[in-house]
C-alpha cells in the first residue's frame, strides 16, 4: 500500500494526529517543567544570596564602624595636631613633626590591618599621609580633592564621616600609575573634617581614611560561585570593589533596571544574547550596592540533567497511548468505512441509498441521519439553485442597463456641444466640455471617499464653469500652510464633494452682481487634523445666522438640523453630516461671517480617523 494512501485513510491519520499532540504536549509539558525548576532555582538562589548580602552587610557595618574609631584615633594624636598647627613652628621643627607623623601613622596602619592609608589635607593646601611606608606630602592649594563635593560636605558636617569610592591612589600620589588597575591602588575613602585642640573653629582641615578594597571582596567573596561575579557600587552606580577592576567608575549595563525604591531583589536581564539573573542589596548606612550576576543558563545546564529520564518516559507513554488509540480506532472505523460505501454509490448517481442509523457509535449515527436527510433534499436544493440563476441574471441585465445611462447622458451632452462648436457658440462648448468633467467623477465611482486632490480637481472645473458664466468678476486661489507637504496633504482622504456645496454658497450668497468676488481656499495639517478654510470677500451674512448654523454644525448628527434651511444651507448640513460620519464627531464645519466683508467656512476633519475606517474597511 502506498504511504499516500496509507495516510489518506482516517485512521492513520488519526494516529498520526494522535502522535504529534502527544508529542507537542509531552514537549511543552517537559519546558514547562524545566521552566518551572529554573524558576525555583533562581528564586531559591535569590533567597541565599540576599540572606548572605544581609550577614555581609553586618561586617562591613561593623568595619565602616571600626574605620570611624580608626578616623577618631588619628585624629586624636599629638603629630597629627602638630601637622595642623605647624605653621607655627620653623622648618626643623616642621621636618621633624613630618617624621614623627609617618611613623606614628604607620603604627596606627599597622594595628589597623584593614586600613589603607591616613592623608591630611590642610585648609592652606598642606597634605601630608603614610600608606604602609609610602609618604603622601606635597603643598597645593589647587589640588583636585580641594573641588570635590565630598571635601565640601566633610568641612560643613563636622563630627560627620562622607564615603567616597572613586578615588584611585594615584589621585593622591605624586607618581603615575603602572600597569593595570590592581586592588591596592583603589582608595574607598572616609573623610571628615578635623577638630583641632588649640582651636575648636574648623577652618576646612581634614582626614581621608582609607579601607582596603581586599577586605571588603573577603566578606561578599565567599558567596561567589562558578560562573557567577559579585561586586560592589556607589549610590550612583559606579563600581568600585570587584574581581575585574578594569571596570572600575564604571556604570554596569543593568543598573538602570534597579527598583531604587526597594532594599533587594532581583530581575533577569540580557547580554551579549546571554540570560543573567541580577540579584541586588543595597546596605543601609552608606547606599552602596552588592550586586552579584548568573547566567540563567548555568541553572537551565543542572535541571537538563533529568532530560534522559524525562524522554524515556515521553517514549513510554507514547507507546501505551498508542495502542489504546489503535484498538479504540478499529471499533469507530468500521462503521465508518460502511458510512463510506455508501456515499461513493451515492457519488454515483444512486441517490435512493440510506444509510444505517443504529451503528452503536452516536457521531456516526448522527452523520449518517444528516446525510439521509441530505439526499431528501437535494431536489429542493437543486430547484433552488436553478431559480437562484435566474434571478442573478436578472440582476447582470439591470446592471449593464444601468452602465449604459451614464454613457448616454455623457454622449447626449457631447453632441450638444458638437453642435454649439458648429454654431461658433464657443462659450457654451467649454461649459459643456467642463460640465462633462464635472459628472465624469459623479458617474463614475460610487466610493464615500476620495484624496483632496481629487476634491480639488472637481472644484477646479467647477470654479472654471462658474468663471465661464462671470468671466472676470470670480478669481480664486488654492494655499498651503506648508508647501513643503503638498503631496501628504493632497493625499489624505475626505469625504466626497465636500467642497463643492460651500463654494456654491460663495456664488448663491456672497457673489454681489458687477463686483469682483474672490475665493481663497487654505489647506493646513496640524497632527491629526486636516483644517481646509474656504473664505470669499462678498456679501457675508448675519451674525445671528451664522451662529445658528454653528450651533447646528456643533450637535451630533440629527435629521431635524435641515428643517426650514434653502437647498443649499442643507448642502451644508450635509457636509457637515457626512465629514462627522467619516473622522467622528470632533470633525465638522464651523462659519465666521461679517456682513457687508465676507464669510469663512473652516472644514476640520480628523485624517488619521478617516485613514482608519479605510483601513478597517479593507482588512474585511
Known amino acids: 500500500m502506498k504511504l499516500s494512501l496509507l495516510f489518506g485513510q482516517i485512521k492513520y491519520r488519526m494516529l498520526l494526529i494522535t502522535l504529534i499532540v502527544i508529542t507537542m504536549s509531552l514537549t511543552i509539558g517537559f519546558t514547562i517543567i524545566i521552566q518551572f525548576v529554573t524558576d525555583i532555582m533562581l528564586k531559591e538562589n535569590e533567597k541565599s544570596t540576599v540572606e548572605g548580602f544581609s550577614k555581609v552587610e553586618t561586617s562591613i557595618e561593623l568595619l565602616l564602624s571600626n574605620t570611624l574609631a580608626f578616623s577618631l584615633s588619628v585624629q586624636n594624636m599629638e603629630s597629627v595636631q602638630e601637622f595642623i598647627h605647624n605653621n607655627e613652628l620653623g622648618e626643623i621643627e616642621k621636618v621633624q613633626g613630618k617624621k614623627e607623623l609617618i611613623i606614628q601613622l604607620d603604627k596606627m596602619l599597622a594595628s589597623y590591618d584593614f586600613m589603607k592609608a591616613a592623608i ?29 563635593k565630598e571635601y565640601t560636605e566633610a568641612i560643613h558636617n563636622p563630627g560627620k564621616i562622607v564615603w567616597a569610592t572613586q578615588f584611585p591612589k594615584v589621585y593622591f600620589s605624586q607618581s603615575a600609575a603602572k600597569g593595570a588597575l590592581q586592588s591596592s591602588d583603589i582608595f574607598i575613602a572616609g573623610i571628615r573634617s578635623i577638630e583641632k585642640k588649640r582651636n575648636s573653629k574648623n577652618f576646612g582641615d581634614v582626614l581621608l581614611v582609607s579601607l582596603k578594597e581586599s577586605v571588603l571582596r573577603q566578606y561578599y567573596g565567599q558567596l561567589s560561585e562558578e560562573h557567577s561575579e559579585i561586586v560592589m557600587l556607589d549610590e550612583q552606580g559606579r563600581l568600585f570593589s570587584g574581581t575585574n577592576l578594569d571596570r572600575f567608575g564604571e556604570v554596569p549595563y543593568y543598573f538602570d533596571d534597579i527598583d531604587k525604591s526597594t532594599q533587594l531583589g532581583s530581575f533577569e536581564v540580557s547580554s551579549n544574547h546571554e540570560r543573567n539573573q541580577v540579584v541586588y542589596y ?24 533529568i532530560k534522559p529520564i524525562m524522554i524515556l518516559v515521553a517514549i513510554g507513554v507514547a507507546i501505551l497511548i498508542v495502542v489504546l ?39 456516526i449515527d448522527v452523520i449518517g441521519s444528516a446525510f439521509n436527510d441530505m439526499l431528501d433534499n437535494i431536489h429542493s436544493l437543486m430547484e433552488n439553485s436553478k431559480m437562484m440563476e435566474r434571478e442573478k441574471h436578472k440582476l447582470e441585465l439591470v446592471a449593464l442597463q444601468n452602465q449604459i445611462k451614464p454613457h448616454f447622458f455623457y454622449n447626449t451632452i457631447v453632441s450638444i456641444r458638437w453642435m454649439a462648436t458648429l454654431s461658433g457658440a464657443d462659450n457654451v462648448a467649454d461649459a459643456l466640455i467642463v460640465l462633462i468633467k464635472l459628472l465624469r467623477p459623479v458617474f463614475s465611482s460610487q466610493q464615500f471617499l476620495w484624496t483632496v486632490k481629487e476634491e480639488l480637481q472637481f472644484i477646479e472645473n467647477y470654479l472654471h464653469l462658474m468663471e465661464l458664466r462671470f468671466g472676470n468678476q470670480v478669481e480664486h486661489v488654492v494655499e498651503y500652510g506648508d508647501a513643503g507637504h503638498i503631496e501628504q496633504v493632497q493625499s489624505n482622504r475626505i469625504p466626497r464633494f465636500s467642497l463643492q ?19 481663497r481656499i487654505a489647506l493646513i495639517t496640524d497632527g491629526d487634523i486636516l483644517t481646509i478654510a474656504v473664505s470669499d470677500d462678498g456679501a457675508g451674512m448675519d451674525p445671528l445666522l451664522a451662529d445658528d448654523y454653528n450651533s447646528k454644525f456643533s450637535r451630533e448628527i440629527m435629521a431635524s438640523d435641515e428643517e426650514g434651511l434653502s437647498e443649499t444651507h442643507i448642502g451644508l448640513i450635509n457636509v457637515n453630516k457626512r465629514v462627522k460620519l467619516a473622522a467622528g464627531n470632533e470633525s465638522g464645519l464651523a462659519i465666521e461671517s461679517t456682513e457687508g466683508r465676507g464669510t469663512r467656512v473652516i472644514v476640520k476633519i480628523n485624517h488619521k480617523k478617516v485613514q482608519e475606517s479605510v483601513d478597517h474597511t479593507k482588512s474585511r
Not at 488509540?325 to 463510506?340: C, D, F, Q, R
Not at 456645496?501 to 452682481?513: R, T, V
Request: glycine share 8%; charged share 15%; hydrophobic share 35%.
Open 120 to 148: 591630611i589635607f590642610k585648609h592652606d593646601g598642606a597634605i601630608g599621609g603614610s600608606s604602609y611606608h609610602r609618604t603622601f606630602f606635597s603643598n597645593n592649594r589647587y589640588h583636585p580633592f580641594y573641588s570635590t
Open 282 to 305: 543595597r546596605l543601609k548606612t552608606t547606599g552602596w550596592w552588592i550586586i552579584k550576576t548568573m547566567p540563567v543558563s548555568f541553572y537551565q545546564q543542572n535541571v537538563s540533567i
Open 325 to 363: 488509540y489503535s484498538i479504540g480506532l478499529m471499533i469507530v472505523t468500521k462503521p465508518l468505512n460502511a458510512l463510506l460505501k455508501v456515499i461513493r454509490k451515492v457519488g454515483k448517481g444512486d441517490l435512493m441509498q440510506k444509510t444505517n442509523r443504529n451503528t452503536g457509535v452516536y457521531e
Open 501 to 519: 456645496p460651500i463654494i456654491e454658497n460663495c456664488f448663491e450668497h456672497a457673489f454681489i452682481q458687477n463686483q469682483q468676488l474672490f475665493i
